[in-house]
Every structure is written in structure tokens, then in C-alpha cells.
């Protein structure tokens, strides 16, 4: 692949295999990892990994009483298709071929075994005798503590779906009823403080459900511990204008669907000390469903930054529907311009056109492990199309195509000497990082300009920046691209795959969208075609083309036209 050129595939192939790294190198690699860190991560870290808690046996609390109305949640598709087959990330499996723990599927297929979202996705009611069996298997074949799924992270997410499963009208059986109270007592002992994040708070979660479940003085502890980590995670997770902190609108949208079960489960359950946390909860709602609705296309699904693909979170339109049934209102996403400036996403509508744009730092200084080198990225729907798209995420893991696709090659930006804006390495983990110096948001009715830069390069050659003005107009958009002091740089351009993508001159040529739909495209400088690849979901990887655009002089202007 064109992309894979000499320094990006130096660095995936140093960080994808550190004994080729020099010990300086290394070392140097993972000081500039480490030194964001908190010091309470590194101390939890070591004793995440030391602790080996018993599991407590003991007989499972009482049941709470008067257990209120449940509303219905946001539904997944299903990913049951017959008794014990799955089908998780596009790639199916059986209980009968792969048990529950089968080393030969990634470790994210093997999570999504142990969670259990078909319980209560698309049409559960007509599963249950499978749900059943799977109840059955499950509790049969994964003794406490043992396997992929006692880790904490599927424990809470099993938990949650258990609770949610049974005050939807399903029926956990004694044994399985005991097994979440064990569930429960473990997570307690393996709380993911060394992770924190979107880990820290499933976990509050679960023990919440667990808690308002069962009634007396243990789930009482249980509830507490969860409510007391989520009213201090809340206003450290969710920016004041409603983002995800980790800054990817897939993880925003579970962030989302965490807070609207909350607050559906601590109105269906009486128990006292929940005050603060349903005010807390309902101050959340509307800012994150009016993020989710600038970081989304005309399409109605999600801007690919950062970690995101479509099928992991429900739908945007569930998401509304269940916000709807809890009594909130939601709003279309505005006109004009958008900025989210705690975030520090802008979303640009004028005309037919519809960009979200990427002018943030990478995450949160110590948690950045869902980040990208997208920096400056943007995407771009035309007539309800995408157009122009970052390339998405298929894979976790620590593979070479895992680093490639959270390279800045493989999102609709600028890369100077084909190196990555951000040292991404590994699965998650970033090392020296991007950081913006300046951004400027100007609409005067006509066209609506945005102006960006960042010091990510300054690495290469010092003081370097990269400028990158979009200036979105009713019928095309300009794009200018300046990177100081002139180097060499590209400006990749990512085209939908349903979209045809025509050369004519060395820098002329037309865009085909749907229906017909031409847009044309005008280079100032010499502009190169290639193939590559986009990815939707994980487990797919569909061909597309891109346009990458050379800076002369440090500087290069693309102009798109549609009628």
C-alpha cells in the first residue's frame, strides 16, 4: 500500500516489534509515554496486576422489592443467530467451535461472548429459550475468577445486561442470581483504577445496577462505592459542552447509553443517597445528546475520529428514541457553525454541505489510548453523502494494521516527511503528542471559515506548524493546507467508497456521488491518486481512493465545487 512508505513503516515496524528498537530509542519511546501518566495509575497499575481476590460464595442478598417500571433501553442489532452462534466484530463462532475462551479469536471477540448484549438487543423476546441455554452454558463453563470473562471490564458490562435483562421481563434463574452477587463482590476487588476512563465508569456502573438489584447492608456497600465513583467521574468524563472526554464519538455514544440506563434504573428502584446522582445524571443528558448530534453526518451516524466505527454503540436513532421515552428532549444539530470548544471539535453547515472537523488536542493527557494521529482531519458530507471520510477503525490489538489506521496517513490530513502528527504506537498508547496553537471560527453569512494549527511535527524540525483553513461556501469548499518552515508534506484526502473518483488533469478531476451528483475538484499543485481502504465496523475493510495533494513551498490549496 502506497501509505506504508519509509518513515510511517519504520515507526509501526519499531513499535510493533520493540526488540528491533534501540535501547535509547526505546527507552525515549516510553519516557514520553509514561511522563503524562498520573501517579496513582502507575501505583494501581501494580497492584491491579498483584491482586488475586478469592471469590466470595456466599449465598446471593435478598431481591430488592417494589421494583419500579423499567423503560425500554437502546436496542443493539442482534448478534445471536441460533442456539450458542454468535456473530461479533463481522466474524462468526459457536459455543460448540470455540467454547468461550478460544485463544483463536481476538481478545474483543472473546469480551463480547462474556457480555452479553443480545439479552436485550433487536427482537430479544423472541430469543429467549436461547437466552436460556446460553444463561445455562455460561455459568456451567466459567467458574469464578476463571477465564477472559471474570475480568472486570466484561463483568461489568455482563452485570449491567443481566439487571437490564431481568427488570425487562426475563427471568434469572437461582444459580444465576447467585452468580451475580459473586460477579458483584469480585468487581469490587478489581476495580480498573490503573485504566480509568470509560473502564472506570462500567465499572461504577455495574456495581450500581448490582446494588439497586439486590437489597441490605452488602449491596448497600455495592451502590455506594459505584454512585460515589460516578459523581466523581461525571464532571471529570463529560466536558461542559457534552463530549466524551476521550474525544470519539463511538465511546461518546456508550458514554450516552451509560447515562440514560443510570437514570432509568435509579427511577425504577426506591433507595435512599441517589439524589446528587440523578441530578448529576440529568445535568448530563441534553449536552451529550446535542454533542452527538454535531459529531454526527446527514446520514444520522458518527464522524469517524479517534476509535470509532459503526455497530459497537446502539444507533444515534435508538439512542434519541430511549432519551425520548425518559422524558428528554432532543434537538436536530444546529446550522451554521458549531463550535465545541471544550472538546474542541467544529461542525461547519452551509448549503447542501455538512464538515466536521477535527481541531482538538488527542484525548485526555493521561488517557489517551483511544487516540488517533487525526489531528486537523476532517470529514465531509455533501447532499446527505459522505464525501470526504477518515479511514475508521477495524481492529484493537497491537498489529501493524492497527498502527496504520491510527496513523495520520489514514485520516483526511497533512503528514510532513510521511511521519505521524502523533506518536501512536502500540494498540494505545502515544507517546509525544499534537497539540493546537491556535484556533479561529469566523461565519458571515455567505461562508464559514475555520482556522487551525498545531506543533506535532515540531518534533522533525523545530517550530514547525501545521495551518489548515477549511472555508466552506453554499456550492464548494477551499481548502489550504501551509506548513512552516516548507517541508516535505502531503494533504491526504479520504474519499467514500461509494463514491467515483475521476482524474483528468494532473490537477483537475470530478467526484460522482450518488443520483448523478458531481462534485469537481481543483488542485493548486500536482495531485496523486490511490487506493486504499475504509472501514465501517470492525472485521470490514472496503476498498475506496483518495486524493493526496503535494505542498509546494510549503503550501497547497484544494477546491471542491458541486451544483
Known amino acids: 500500500?502506497?501509505?506504508?512508505?519509509?518513515?510511517?513503516?519504520?515507526?509501526?515496524?519499531?513499535?510493533?516489534?520493540?526488540?528491533?528498537?534501540?535501547?535509547?530509542s526505546r527507552m525515549m519511546l516510553y519516557w514520553h509515554t509514561v511522563k503524562y501518566l498520573r501517579p496513582a495509575q502507575i501505583t494501581a497499575r501494580i497492584r491491579f496486576h498483584r491482586a488475586q481476590p478469592k471469590p466470595n460464595l456466599a449465598p446471593p442478598p435478598r431481591l430488592s422489592e417494589g421494583l419500579g417500571p423499567w423503560v425500554a433501553g437502546a436496542r443493539r442489532a442482534a448478534?445471536?443467530?441460533?442456539?450458542?452462534?454468535f456473530t461479533f466484530l463481522s466474524e462468526a463462532g459457536s459455543l460448540v467451535e470455540n467454547g468461550w475462551d478460544d485463544p483463536a479469536k481476538s481478545k474483543l471477540w472473546r469480551y463480547n461472548q462474556h457480555y452479553f448484549d443480545d439479552l436485550n438487543a433487536v427482537n430479544a423476546e423472541m430469543r429467549r429459550d436461547w437466552h436460556y441455554q446460553l444463561l445455562n452454558d455460561w455459568l456451567t463453563a466459567n467458574p469464578p475468577s476463571r477465564g477472559s470473562g471474570w475480568e472486570p471490564y466484561p463483568i461489568s458490562l455482563r452485570i449491567v445486561n443481566w439487571v437490564k435483562f431481568a427488570l425487562s421481563g426475563g427471568e434469572l434463574s437461582a444459580e444465576?442470581?447467585?452468580?451475580?452477587?459473586?460477579?458483584?463482590?469480585?468487581?469490587?476487588?478489581?476495580?480498573?483504577?490503573?485504566?480509568?476512563?470509560?473502564?472506570?465508569?462500567?465499572?461504577?456502573?455495574?456495581?450500581?445496577?448490582?446494588?439497586?438489584?439486590?437489597?441490605?447492608d452488602e449491596p448497600d456497600s455495592w451502590f455506594r462505592l459505584g454512585r460515589d465513583i460516578l459523581l466523581k467521574e461525571l464532571p471529570e468524563q463529560i466536558l461542559d459542552d457534552g463530549g466524551q472526554f476521550e474525544l470519539s464519538p463511538m465511546y461518546h455514544a456508550l458514554a450516552l447509553e451509560d447515562v440514560l440506563d443510570l437514570t432509568n434504573i435509579l427511577r425504577a428502584v426506591t433507595r435512599t443517597g441517589t439524589e446528587d446522582l440523578i441530578a448529576a445524571l440529568k445535568d448530563c443528558v441534553l449536552p451529550m445528546l446535542d454533542w452527538l448530534a454535531a459529531m454526527t453526518h446527514p446520514d444520522d451516524k458518527?464522524?469517524?475520529?479517534?476509535?470509532?466505527?459503526?455497530?459497537?454503540?446502539?444507533?444515534?436513532?435508538?439512542?434519541r428514541a430511549y432519551a425520548q421515552r425518559l422524558g428528554f428532549l432532543t434537538r436536530p444539530a444546529n446550522r451554521g457553525l458549531t463550535f465545541l470548544k471544550d472538546s474542541g471539535y467544529v461542525r461547519l453547515s452551509n448549503g447542501p454541505a455538512v464538515?466536521?472537523?477535527?481541531?482538538?488536542?488527542?484525548?485526555?493527557?493521561?488517557?489517551?489510548?483511544?487516540a488517533h494521529a487525526d489531528t486537523l482531519s476532517f470529514e465531509c458530507s455533501v447532499f446527505g453523502e459522505r464525501l470526504i471520510v477518515n479511514s475508521g477503525t477495524s481492529m484493537y490489538g497491537t498489529g501493524i494494521e492497527r498502527l496504520r489506521q491510527r496513523g495520520t496517513a489514514a485520516h483526511s490530513t497533512v503528514t510532513i516527511r510521511d511521519e505521524n502528527s502523533s506518536e501512536v504506537w502500540g494498540g494505545f498508547r502515544v507517546a509525544?503528542?499534537?497539540?493546537?496553537?491556535?484556533?479561529?471560527?469566523?461565519?458571515?453569512?455567505?461562508?464559514?471559515?475555520v482556522?487551525?494549527?498545531?506543533?506535532?511535527?515540531?518534533?522533525?524540525?523545530?517550530?514547525?506548524?501545521?495551518?489548515?483553513?477549511?472555508?466552506?461556501?453554499?456550492?464548494?469548499?477551499?481548502?489550504?493546507?501551509?506548513?512552516?518552515?516548507?517541508?516535505e508534506a502531503r494533504a491526504i484526502f479520504h474519499i467514500h467508497p461509494e463514491v467515483l473518483v475521476k482524474?483528468?488533469?494532473?490537477?483537475?478531476?470530478?467526484?460522482?456521488?450518488?443520483?448523478?451528483?458531481?462534485?469537481?475538484?481543483?488542485?493548486?499543485?500536482?495531485?496523486?491518486?490511490?487506493?486504499?481502504?475504509?472501514?465501517?465496523?470492525?472485521?470490514?475493510?472496503?476498498?475506496?481512493?483518495h486524493l493526496i495533494v503535494s505542498l509546494i513551498s510549503g503550501r497547497s490549496q484544494l477546491e471542491i465545487r458541486w451544483t
Open 1 to 24: 500500500m502506497k501509505f506504508l512508505r519509509s518513515a510511517e513503516s519504520r515507526l509501526i515496524l519499531l513499535t510493533a516489534f520493540g526488540d528491533t528498537m534501540g535501547p535509547l
Open 451 to 487: 482556522e487551525a494549527a498545531h506543533d506535532g511535527y515540531a518534533r522533525l524540525v523545530s517550530g514547525t506548524e501545521h495551518t489548515r483553513t477549511w472555508r466552506l461556501l453554499k456550492n464548494g469548499l477551499i481548502i489550504v493546507d501551509e506548513v512552516h518552515p516548507s517541508q
Open 503 to 545: 482524474q483528468e488533469t494532473a490537477r483537475t478531476g470530478s467526484m460522482v456521488l450518488g443520483e448523478g451528483r458531481v462534485a469537481t475538484w481543483l488542485s493548486e499543485t500536482d495531485v496523486e491518486m490511490s487506493d486504499g481502504t475504509w472501514h465501517s465496523e470492525f472485521g470490514k475493510s472496503i476498498p475506496n481512493s
Open 176 to 216: 444465576a442470581r447467585h452468580s451475580l452477587a459473586i460477579q458483584a463482590r469480585y468487581l469490587t476487588q478489581k476495580i480498573e483504577w490503573h485504566l480509568l476512563g470509560n473502564h472506570l465508569f462500567a465499572n461504577a456502573k455495574a456495581l450500581v445496577f448490582a446494588g439497586l438489584l439486590f437489597e441490605g
Open 355 to 370: 464538515i466536521i472537523a477535527d481541531v482538538a488536542e488527542v484525548g485526555p493527557t493521561y488517557l489517551p489510548g483511544h
Open 79 to 85: 448478534s445471536l443467530s441460533g442456539p450458542g452462534r
Open 432 to 449: 509525544r503528542r499534537a497539540h493546537i496553537l491556535r484556533r479561529n471560527c469566523n461565519w458571515d453569512g455567505d461562508a464559514i471559515t
Open 302 to 319: 458518527i464522524a469517524f475520529f479517534n476509535d470509532a466505527a459503526f455497530g459497537i454503540a446502539p444507533e444515534n436513532s435508538e439512542l
